[in-house]
């Protein structure tokens, strides 16, 4: 498992613990490994209380029209009750 954090900071973690009662991951996540996600969430349920999931997507070079944006896109965050915390549109 590869951590940037680990590398950039020397870090390891502590042996003398045996259970974490909070965890916060920032996953850079390949397209095709969504699912992935999509099944580890069910299992964190399990564990925890309360999750979290936040999604960031960011698409370049490209271009896609204004109403499809509106149609497709924003159309599924409505449907799926999702809440757009932040957009950044050029």
């Known amino acids: 498992m590869k951590r940037k954090s680990d590398e950039s900071a020397g870090v390891t973690p ?3 613990r045996k259970k ?4 916060r991951l ?3 996540v390949p397209t ?10 069910p299992y964190l349920k399990t564990k ?9 997507i ?8 204004i109403s499809d944006y509106e149609d497709k896109i924003m ?3 409505s ?12």
């Open 20 to 23: 974490y009662q909070e965890i």
């Open 26 to 28: 920032k996953l850079n």
């Open 58 to 65: 960011s698409a370049q070079e490209g271009e896609i029209t």
């Open 14 to 16: 502590p042996s003398h």
């Open 79 to 90: 449907q799926s009750n999702m809440i757009v915390e932040d957009e950044n549109l050029e």
């Open 48 to 56: 925890f209380n309360q999750v979290k999931v936040k999604v960031e």
């Open 32 to 41: 095709g490994k969504l699912s992935d996600i999509v099944r580890m969430i």
């Open 75 to 77: 159309e599924i965050t």
